[in-house]
């Protein structure tokens, strides 16, 4: 069985668009603060770091090539999704950070963000 699997940038990345700077993805850092604070939850999935230079190989080959932004939580085997959902060659993922933590409620029941 596959299990879901989320894909984050890791930090402490450059771009070339903005020489001699050193960044994060916030959207990121703010799942991975989800996923520190909960670690038994976040045992149950496959959790993937991947550097900031595209392509993004591993993505591509699961969601293509025009969907390599990050966050992005591809769903595995099992349930289908109860959220907006992308899919790609019948595959179902979501790369909104509010859309992951909404998934990440329903599906490995870490609480809910306080409004």
């Not at 699997?5 to 070339?16: A, C, I, M, S």
């Not at 799942?31 to 900031?52: C, K, T, Y």
Request: aromatic content about 10%; charged content about 20%.
């Amino acid at each position: 069985m596959i299990r879901d699997r989320l894909f984050l940038l890791q930090p402490g990345f450059e771009d070339p668009a903005y020489p001699g700077q050193t960044f994060y993805c916030w959207h990121c850092a703010l799942i991975e603060g989800v996923l520190v604070s909960f670690p038994d939850l976040a045992q149950n999935l496959d959790v993937a770091r991947i550097a900031w230079p595209r392509p993004r190989r591993d993505i591509i080959s699961l969601v293509g090539e025009e969907h390599q932004s990050l966050p992005l939580l591809v769903f595995g085997d099992g349930d289908p999704p109860q959220h907006p959902t992308n899919m790609h060659e019948g595959r179902f993922f979501i790369s909104d950070k509010d859309e992951i933590l909404a998934a990440l409620t329903q599906r490995h029941g870490f609480p809910l963000p306080h409004p």
